[in-house]
């Protein structure tokens, strides 16, 4: 029986297709439920809702349904609706009445909101960890391959010289800028929707910031018509930044792609890191890039997907917001397995250290001539005029000793200020608060 259910049974049909994957979804959700249930229980009672005496037995087998989530091995057995019910009927089964309790002052709609804020702000957490390493390994290889020169494009036409080094050390300080935005994210994130209820509060006497503070928030959604307003926009401001930082790693995998074909020859991928052809010998194919490319594009497309659900939705809740769920829990683990790939691909990529011996190259270096003239006293269109008619004229000769040396340029890559800047960002997370309040929560008596 459902927990709404009285003496009527829903359609067989009906309830297949109102619960959908949400029993799949849930399975992700359990430890937070089970987290949010604790921090509840320890509020009721504060207030005298549950006993003193009840509380420690609560607790207890609270916690142990934990530990099956975080071993794998809780499931959501048949004929049970979601994680919430799966939760409390384990409760009730173990201690009879006592589990009837936890439910009190609060609704499955703030129960799944608080849910899916604690599982983004975990997922959160390991994304910054391995886009950090990612952007660490891309600073190695800038460093690494700093005096080694490569043409810049545009138009797909030679322009200027570029380098290795600032072709690594533009990606980290991308993925920098990506940071920041989910950052932001992580602080729309990382407040506590509990007790709101269905939407409307309660008339019981809750204590929604010992709630906060239990759970590690930094602060709570005050108002309980937002907190459920919050539903979906959370997916939605979280999906933007992860679709940010699928750009930047979508970009670099198709800068990868064209450079290690023979047409470029700029990198060299492993052996061991390409695949083959079933008709072509030779071949030594790209494919975990191509791969990364598309997902990454797939997933920026998560927040346009979250949006048409929720977009025309007035304040209150609607079960459209169901849906969220299953494009929004598993963006993560795609998006990490991308992030991972990267890290690993550029940090065994093989660097052509000769490309520009090839004479196809020699005009990239016509801007640095046109600025020697022009250091030399001529006006800068002049300059240009001339340079121009001796590429024309097949005159032009090259002076491959190029010096470059403002803030950011090749002889002055700025990678500790784009590692400082990456740390000032992680530091603002400040994900040992977090973790601090968990450990207590799950180790400490009340």
Known sequence: MKLWEKNVQVNKDIETFTVGRDREMDVFLAKHDVLGSMAHIIM???????????LPQLLNELRQIYKLAENGSFIIEDGIEDVHSQVELILTRKLGDIGKKIHSGRSRNDQVLVDLKLFARDEIQTVVSLVSKLIDTLLTQSERYKNVLMPGYTHLQIAMPSSFGLWFGAYAESLVDDLQLLLAAYKICNRNPLGSAAGYGSSFPLKRQETTDLLGFDSMNYNVVYAQMGRGKMEKTV?????????????????????????????????????????????????????????????????????????????????????????????????????????????KVIVNEQILNDDKYAAIFSVEEVNKLVANGMPFRDAYKKVGLDIEAGNFVPDKNISHTHEGSIGNLCNQEIELLKQNIIDQFDFKKVESAIEKLLTQDF
């Open 44 to 54: 009721l009672s504060d207030i005298g809702l549950i006993s003193k005496a009840e």
């Open 239 to 347: 999906s933007f930044a992860l679709a940010g930082i699928a750009a930047t790693i979508s970009k670099l995998a198709f800068d990868a792609c064209m450079f290690n074909s023979q047409n470029f020859g700029f990198i060299k991928l492993p052996d061991e890191y390409t695949t083959g052809s079933s008709i072509m010998p030779h071949k030594k194919n790209p494919d975990v890039f191509e791969l990364t490319r598309a997902k990454c594009n797939k997933i920026q497309n998560l927040p346009a997907e979250i949006t048409l659900i929720i977009n025309n939705l007035p304040s209150g809740y609607f079960r459209d917001l169901q849906i969220t769920k299953e494009i929004f829990i598993p963006s993560f683990d795609e998006l990490n397995n991308c992030i991972v790939m990267a890290e690993r691909m550029m940090s």
